[in-house]
């Protein structure tokens, strides 16, 4: 089974553009969240999102957003970009869980640089 | 969901076990423990989880501790491609938790030969 895939892989953006950013899951996964790697910060949380509907979000700027479409596959949009946003960003996937553990699986990251 | 304290860094001979600690003294019962490994620049990997039996898979075996404060992570034989920043999270499921690991500084394992 193929594993979760992130496009593009780098991704080089001025201040004050936008960025869109797309994960696909691992096929029958429906549940999709996002984090953003710095040195600084490590690893954090921006969102996730389950059935096209964001169920959990991060402490992140409104700059920062999200969508799921019906095959499950998430994109995320950063405005008016900053030199801060300059980061890795990751995606995750998991099965549904029903209250039960929700192991989520990585995919390889985008690399975003800002100038 | 509770905090984990993990050794900022460890060495380990190739071959040998590397046994990774971790502290989470505030664990509910509800809540998992998971471990995940991330190798520079790549995406964090999913190692193993458990919730109070300890447990084993193809990478590695995990040992819950019976009040569930601290787990140990072993790697039975480290290989040179075992080198990576190794991350024990602690994780309820549901509710407020959906999707979100909260990930720490984690171990920084390094394997020599």
């Known amino acids: 089974k193929a594993g979760v895939t992130q496009t593009p892989r780098y991704l080089i953006k001025t201040r004050g553009q936008q960025v869109t950013l797309s994960c696909s899951p691992i096929?029958?996964?429906?549940?999709v969240s996002w984090y953003q790697q710095t040195p600084g910060q490590g690893l954090q949380f921006l969102f996730e999102y389950f059935s096209e509907t964001q169920r959990n979000k991060g402490n992140f700027p409104g700059r920062f957003s999200g969508r799921q479409f019906s095959n499950s596959r998430s994109e995320m949009n950063v405005s008016t970009l900053e030199l801060g946003d300059s980061a890795l960003y990751l995606c995750?996937?998991?099965?549904?869980?029903?209250?039960?553990?929700?192991?989520?699986?990585f995919g390889p990251g985008t690399r975003l640089l800002v100038l | 969901d509770a905090k984990t304290t993990q050794p900022p860094s460890m060495d380990c001979a190739e071959g040998r076990a590397a046994n990774l600690p971790c502290n989470h003294s505030?664990?509910?019962?509800?809540?998992?423990v998971y471990w995940y490994r991330q190798i520079h620049s790549q995406g964090p990997q999913y190692i193993i989880h458990g919730l109070k039996n300890n447990e084993t898979n193809e990478m590695a075996s995990l040992i819950i501790t019976e009040d569930r404060k601290s787990s140990t992570l072993i790697l039975p034989h480290a290989t040179l491609r075992d080198t990576a920043v190794y991350y024990c999270?602690?994780?309820?499921?549901?509710?407020?938790?959906?999707?979100?690991?909260?990930f720490g500084q984690g171990t920084i394992l390094t394997v020599h030969p």
């Open positions: 995750a996937s998991s099965l549904p869980s029903g209250g039960a553990e929700e192991t989520q699986y």
């Open positions: 505030t664990i509910s019962g509800n809540e998992y």
């Open positions: 096929s029958g996964h429906r549940s």
């Open positions: 999270i602690v994780k309820r499921a549901g509710g407020t938790s959906y999707g979100k690991l909260t």
